[in-house]
């Protein structure tokens, strides 16, 4: 390495939440509570949420994740969302995660599909909400680098996306669910 030659930045390490997550069975049924770590480590089955936001445009609202992210650092994410924690019902977190996430809260969720997520060590029941969605944005710092708005197919289109939101969005399309506001 030379003086003009920089050397190359170290990854942030990536954080996990202390908190417990409701875990469960194979069917959806839960079967107790693990630490965020142990979940990770062992893969449980556990259930998520997804919030597709949309202005009135028809574009979603994209997220960047942060580098410090525990999955897919730096990916982008096609819906707010995250882990049900322990005992935590799922239009509960929802809302938790939407305010948590994008700043955004007292505004109707309307959930629209469920689906399961087993791809590349990842055991998720999914619950999808869409949220209707034209003021401002609050990013939690945390865990969103940046967001921006594109349409649908645009979307689902760029590089980097979480293969998670991605199906979650490529299902809310096939079910018809992200057609223009009236």
């Not at 509570?33 to 919030?51: L, Q």
Request: proline content about 6%; some cysteine.
């Amino acid at each position: 390495m030379t003086p003009e030659t920089p050397a190359a930045e170290a990854a942030p390490t990536p954080v996990i939440a202390d908190e417990r997550i409701q875990v469960v069975d194979a069917r959806n049924r839960p079967c107790g509570s693990a630490p965020r770590v142990a979940m990770r480590r062992f893969r449980f089955w556990h259930r998520a949420t997804y919030i597709v936001v949309r202005n009135a445009a028809g574009e979603l609202c994209v997220q960047r994740r942060t580098l410090t992210k525990e999955v897919f650092p730096g990916g982008l994410d096609l819906a707010a969302g995250g882990v049900v924690g322990a005992g935590e019902a799922v239009h509960v977190a929802a809302r938790r995660e939407l305010g948590e996430e994008l700043g955004i809260t007292g505004v109707p969720l309307r959930h629209v599909l469920e689906f399961v997520h087993a791809q590349g060590g990842h055991h998720i029941f999914g619950s999808a909400f869409l949220v209707d969605h034209d003021g401002p944005l609050r990013l939690q710092a945390e865990e969103v680098a940046e967001a921006f708005w594109r349409a649908p197919s645009e979307a689902l289109a760029l590089d980097g996306v979480t293969p998670d939101t991605r199906q979650a969005v490529e299902m809310l399309l096939e079910a018809g669910r992200l057609e223009a506001r009236a």
